[in-house]
């Protein structure tokens, strides 16, 4: 069917930077939005960051002028550019999807399985 995999996280130090990225494959007709969310331990899961097909953006509060999400829609593609990042970053980040699936009306939701960031001090 459809799959998002993520990639590029991991532990990096307060300042720093990381760059995401997720990959949309399988029977997709059309993405529209796409997004990232993140949920650290024992909260909720939030957005971080997403972009509609035609590249208008939106950012949490938190993140404006650290992070930057862009697109690829070519390569179905998501990214997500995290710099000057701090502990209260960390988090498990997941890509999302709304998109139109080959041959089935409507849109559906998809997600990533995650990737965790995590920022030491």
């Known amino acids: 069917q459809v799959q998002l995999v993520e990639s590029g996280g991991g532990l990096v130090q307060a300042g720093g930077s990381l760059r995401l990225s997720c990959v949309a494959s399988?029977?997709?007709?059309?993405?529209?939005?796409m997004g990232w969310y993140r949920q650290a331990a024992g909260k909720q899961r939030e957005l971080v960051a997403a972009?509609?097909?035609?590249?208008?953006?939106n950012y949490a509060d938190s993140v404006k002028g650290r992070f930057t999400i862009s697109r690829d829609n070519a390569k179905n593609t998501v990214y997500l550019q995290m710099n000057s990042l701090k502990p209260e970053d960390t988090a498990v980040y997941y890509c999302?999807?709304?998109?139109?699936?080959?041959?089935?009306?409507?849109?559906?939701?998809?997600w990533g399985q995650g990737t965790q960031v995590t920022v030491s001090s």
């Open positions: 999302n999807a709304d998109l139109v699936v080959a041959g089935r009306e409507g849109t559906y939701d998809y």
């Open positions: 972009i509609t097909s035609g590249g208008s953006t």
């Open positions: 399988g029977s997709i007709f059309r993405i529209n939005a």
